[in-house]
């Protein structure tokens, strides 16, 4: 069994692997111990139809997830009765804020998995019903969450650099499927602020500037053709440090932050981050079409 009582969790979509692997790390199977995460029980699944991978592939992760003592169900709805929060699990943004909203409606915390949204207001709608109802709404990448930036974090450096992929799908447009993983770890290294953007592209390689409304600068150098890992240098006055991430620890990391979150604790991010990290890859997109010229994001 997994971590035992605690919260009855639901997944919606499965055309991610992180539905697999939150499952394993929430029930105790399938993992190293030292990956368990307590406090929770995966009790519900419900797959729904992908853009994004093949029927086969997600029925793969389905049959991966029942195998784990999970019930799987036909919609969305049939969870309500059985949890006591959602993991918004599809990969495809443009249908998170209504999936969003049928559990926030209905009272039930909501984890919603990257990337949170494909336009400023979805993700502020979300966020807004979410404090209109008084129920958690939680949102992170497993970057902003690693061990690695948390360490780097504090105090705030003066710039920073970030490798990372940016694999492109049509369903989230341009930097939006992929590069808010990237942007979520130089959020989580140089924090809340961006007053402005910028970004480029050539040869499957794309380049992002930040400024920050105190004059810092981050970048982040994004590779569309993996492999590619996560790493980071910070700049500090006593000189640069170079960082690689340890991705076996990453989706652990984030679950001892979401969990706690969706049970009335602390969240991994803001709402106001939250919605800043879509703000930011909107404004990298529309960058990349006008050549790199800088969008100016709006200050909250």
């Known amino acids: 069994m997994g971590g035992g009582g605690g919260l009855r969790v639901g997944v919606v979509g499965a055309d991610t692997s992180h539905v697999v692997a939150f499952t394993r790390r929430i029930q ?15 009790v519900a699944l419900c797959p729904l139809p992908s853009r994004i991978l093949p029927r086969e592939a997600v029925q793969a992760h389905v049959d991966a997830v029942a195998a784990l003592g999970v019930t799987v169900v036909s919609a969305p709805g049939d969870l309500l009765p059985r949890v006591d929060a959602v993991f918004v ?11 969003a909203s049928l559990f926030l409606d209905a009272g039930v915390p909501v984890f919603v998995d990257q990337p949170f949204a494909l336009t400023v207001s979805d993700a502020a709608a979300m966020v807004e019903l979410a404090a209109r109802r008084g129920v958690a709404l939680v949102s992170s990448s497993s970057l902003r969450t690693c061990r690695e930036a948390r ?26 499927h992929y590069g808010m993983h990237g942007v979520e770890l130089l959020a989580a290294l140089m924090g809340q602020g961006v007053a402005g953007v910028a970004c480029v592209g050539a040869d499957g390689a794309d380049e992002l500037v930040l400024r920050w409304r105190d004059g810092r600068l981050a970048t982040m150098r994004g ?3 993996p492999p590619a890992s996560y790493r980071f240098t910070v700049e500090r006055p006593e000189g640069a440090v170079a960082v690689e991430v340890d991705t076996d620890a990453l989706y652990r990391d984030l679950l001892v932050r979401v ?13 106001e981050a939250m919605v800043e990290t879509v703000a930011v890859l909107t404004a990298a997109n529309a960058s990349l079409e006008l050549g790199g010229r800088e969008i100016a994001l709006d200050a909250p």
């Not at 699990?89 to 999936?99: D, G, M, V």
């Open 28 to 42: 105790h199977r399938a993992v190293d111990p030292g990956q368990w995460v307590d406090g929770a029980r995966v």
């Open 89 to 99: 699990e599809t990969r495809e943004a443009a249908l998170h804020p209504a999936l």
């Open 151 to 176: 360490a780097m974090s504090r105090p705030r450096p003066q710039g920073a650099r970030v490798h990372a992929p940016t694999q492109r799908h049509e369903a989230n447009p341009g930097l939006m």
């Open 223 to 225: 590779l569309a053709t």
């Open 259 to 271: 969990l706690p979150a969706l049970a009335g604790g602390p969240p991994p991010a803001t709402p």
